[in-house]
């Protein structure tokens, strides 16, 4: 069984030790979504909303968001980003999002690609909760992460029953 690296060999929750791990080049996707009418989606495209252009807006609460990843996560630790990309796309039956993220040091970013979709995808549903309170966010997750020790790695794809596969 895998050990978990936040936990001491007493149980104690503990911030990993990177003082010794090699810095490479890291990058991490993850995706989300966030479910709508049809009329939500059109005002969220429309640019018109109460509030301002909804998918600007998220995109740089999503930026902003990988950058305080550590002061969210307590034990995360506070990286130099050198990327921070999100995209919030009209998908079928709402908004969808991605996030890139890239650093070059000891240590991953695939939570700060997640917390940039996950805080871009609330930015959503607070911009149009005046008009849909019902919306949905959903499938969050990772799909891919490169450099490091365990290397790259690439999400199934959809239907696999949520398995994981390494990149060849």
């Known amino acids: ?3 978990l690296t936040h936990i ?3 149980g104690r929750a503990r911030m990993v030790d ?3 791990k090699a810095s490479t080049t ?3 996707v993850a995706v989300g979504f966030v479910r709508m009418a049809p009329q939500t989606l059109a005002l969220a495209l429309s640019g018109t909303g109460r509030k301002g252009e909804v998918r600007a807006v998220a995109e740089i609460a999503g930026v902003m968001a990988a950058k305080k990843t550590s002061d969210l996560i307590p034990l ?5 980003l050198s990327k921070v990309e999100v995209c919030v796309e009209p998908g079928e039956g709402g908004l969808a999002v991605t996030a890139r993220v890239k650093t070059t040091g000891p240590t991953g970013v695939e939570m ?3 917390t940039a979709v996950s805080v871009a995808c609330l930015t959503i549903y607070d911009m149009l909760k005046a008009a849909e309170k019902g919306m949905v966010i959903e ?3 990772l799909t891919a992460k490169s450099g490091g020790k365990s290397g790259a790695w690439l999400s199934s794809p959809p239907g696999d029953a949520g398995q994981s596969r390494p990149l060849p």
């Open 112 to 114: 700060e690609a997640l």
């Open 76 to 80: 995360c630790h506070p990286l130099a």
């Open 8 to 10: 001491d060999d007493e």
């Open 18 to 20: 990177v003082t010794d």
């Open 139 to 141: 499938a969050v997750r």
């Open 26 to 28: 890291r990058e991490a």
């Open 1 to 3: 069984m895998t050990r």
